[in-house]
């Protein structure tokens, strides 16, 4: 007596309901032939019979997707520091100079790209601020003569801390006219 001239138990046959179903939830049945399938492994009575409901359906479900191929992790790379360089540049106009010093003892100590622009409007921030002394201390002596220069003065002030928050922000490497580089 052969192995499928076996009686299938309830359990076997169970199996092959169960299997039928997911082949049926998968796609890989239509409605008709899940129907007419599940007849015959529900009324099988050997083995041969239960294995013949399976007879043209891979047994299992060929994968649709190709594995993905080994990538390097990427390297984190550091940030080129343009949004923090255009604070450290733009914090000149509320705060002078003590805003681009914080940034650079801050954030430029990560950051070299952030560290160059905050001692770059550090050093403009600090020579605006001796020039303006100096226009004071000389419109003092000369009795207010030279005080037509403190608009001028205040707009070119304006217009280079303008620019060089935006040349920050563009990545570029601006460097101030008229700056005494103080700090390196």
């Known amino acids: 007596m052969s192995t499928s001239d076996l009686l299938v138990t309830p359990a076997q046959r169970d199996r092959a309901v169960e299997i039928l179903q997911e082949m049926y939830a998968d796609g890989r049945l239509e409605r008709l032939e899940f129907d007419s399938r599940l007849e015959l492994a529900l009324k099988a009575r ?18 649709t ?3 993905a191929a080994f990538t390097r992790p990427v390297a984190v790379r550091q940030s080129d ?35 160059k622009h905050a001692v770059e409007a550090l050093n403009f921030q600090l020579s605006a601020f001796g020039i303006f002394a ?9 009795e207010g003569f030279t005080g037509f220069l403190f608009p001028l003065v205040g707009l070119a002030w304006m217009v280079l801390t303008g620019i060089g928050g935006i040349a ?13 580089r103080m700090i390196k």
Do not use: K, M
């Not at 805003?99 to 070299?112: E, Y």
């Not at 100096?134 to 000369?142: F, K, P, Q, S, Y």
């Not at 920050?168 to 005494?180: C, Q």
């Open 81 to 115: 520091g343009r949004g923090l360089g255009l604070v450290s540049h733009w914090l000149g106009f509320p705060t002078f100079f003590v805003g681009p010093a914080l940034v650079a003892a801050s954030a430029g100590r990560q950051n070299p790209a952030v560290r």
């Open 134 to 142: 100096l226009l004071g201390i000389v419109t003092a002596v000369t």
């Open 46 to 63: 050997t083995r041969a019979e239960l294995n013949g409901t399976f007879d043209g359906l891979v047994a299992r479900p060929v994968p």
């Open 65 to 67: 997707f190709a594995p």
């Open 168 to 180: 920050a922000l563009l990545g570029s490497d601006f460097r101030y006219p008229f700056t005494l």
